[in-house]
């Protein structure tokens, strides 16, 4: 029976190309008999005899470039039956062949050459003299055998950003205080900024194609509103909220904080209204770390005599274990032997070889915002604690999809683009925010945060052998102070942007 199953369908196959090749003559039969019948009622051909070729372009339809292309094809390289080339749709892709992709899509982006599906099949047939597949058929096994998928490339940047080894490592001590705070019964208070702009719509709209159908919108973004609080499980810390005109016109929201806001915000609407044993979880923005004076690093933009003080106050030694003195710094001759191997004399100290020996000087960070929760502590006998996120982790902040909510909102109700409606709407969503809203989201980021620390459990087990992080996080009261051991500016103004 398959036999015979198999013998029908072939010869159906044969009988459609049959019927397809007898349409097609039949075409070209009616469009040469539309042109003879023409050329007797003008009783004259359509071209001179000598013109051959486009006489026969004009009969059979076709342009005289194409019929040239035509003629010039080789008859025997011309796959039997009627020009029509029967595919083998049961052929699949072999492992071999689908093992290859990724490595071709890598060398594309080392080289920096344009990555697209043209370009990777180039790549592909240049490195694979027997690569025999399509362009489709290349787009489907990216897509099903090697999980490759066209995705936005901001989505790639957190993803490579979340995917940094230090930024994992963070991420695990993270986990590991977050659970440790859990048991210990501490309520976890989050804070965030965020914005909003005048003239903010939804991205879609019902519309028939005409003015009349869809809102006239003002052009470009317009005002903005500057909004930060903070929530727990329980709902919104209601002094927290505050929301101010933004003044600085810049695609960045961020620009519109500094520390001296930060600080005053955190010591009056946040501290005196969270309870005593919280721990308030705060993301990595450039004010939110702020070094304290006697931990701040020493910057690359710094002047040579603003190195040479920075060395001088954080007890720069020689190799003899002598401190440096400015006099030594500024009026020692060295010898420097350049590129070339030519030699020059210089006085004094180069700023490489000041900031060489300030790196090695870098005092154990300690922040501002981590300053003023102790003196808090200590003044009033609380128990607050300070935990920073890794970068590009916002679905550990639970206030994140707090102000999604808002700015859908607001979006959907924004109908005559002024400030104070703006404000109108954004504090009726606030309102309607309760326990059961900030609950969900933070189930949503509980869930995330188990099934990663599943994973990032393994990358604290290396270093329990480790006497550096024993002395670093065996002891409670050093906690937070262990978790900012590792914070580096540079990934925070990463985050700012």
Partial sequence: ????????????????????????????????????????????????????????????????????????????????????????????????????????????????????????????????????????????????????????????????????PVNMQRRAWYLKYFFDYTEQGRPFVFMDESWLNKNMVPSFCWSDGTVDSELNVPSGKGERWIMIGAGSKDGWIQPSIKMWKGKVLSEDYHTEMNGDVFEHWMKQHLLPYVAGNSCIVIDRAPYHTMFTDDSKPAAKNMKREELIDWLIAHGAKDEDGELLSKEHLLSDEMIIIGPSGRQRKQKGWTKQLLYALAASLTPKPHYLAQEWVDTFNTMNGTDIRLLLLPVAHLVLNPIELMWGQIKRYVRDNNCDFTMSHIRELAEQKIQEQDSRAWNASFQHTWKYATQQWQADEMLLEDEEGSADDEESHGDQDDDQEAQEVELSTEDDEEEAT
């Fill in 1 to 164: 029976m398959p036999k015979q199953g198999a013998k029908r369908r072939r010869l159906h196959k044969r009988q459609r190309v049959v019927r397809v090749f007898r349409e097609c003559c039949q075409t070209l039969a009616k469009r040469v008999a539309a042109v003879c019948e023409d050329e007797k009622i003008k009783n004259r051909l359509s071209f001179g005899i000598p013109r051959a070729r486009i006489r026969a372009a004009n009969l059979l339809g076709v342009s005289p470039p194409s019929l040239y292309r035509l003629l010039k094809k080789d008859p025997e390289q011309t796959p039997s039956g009627g020009g029509l080339e029967e595919r083998n749709r049961g052929m699949k892709m072999s492992e071999m062949d689908a093992a290859v992709i990724r490595p071709a899509l890598v060398s594309l982006i080392i080289e920096k050459k344009p990555v697209h599906l043209d370009s990777l099949l180039s790549r592909l047939k240049l490195d694979n003299p027997e690569w025999i597949w399509s362009r489709a058929t290349l787009h489907r096994a990216l897509q099903q055998r090697c999980g490759i998928t066209f995705v936005k490339r901001q989505d790639m940047r957190y993803t490579r950003m979340r995917e940094d």
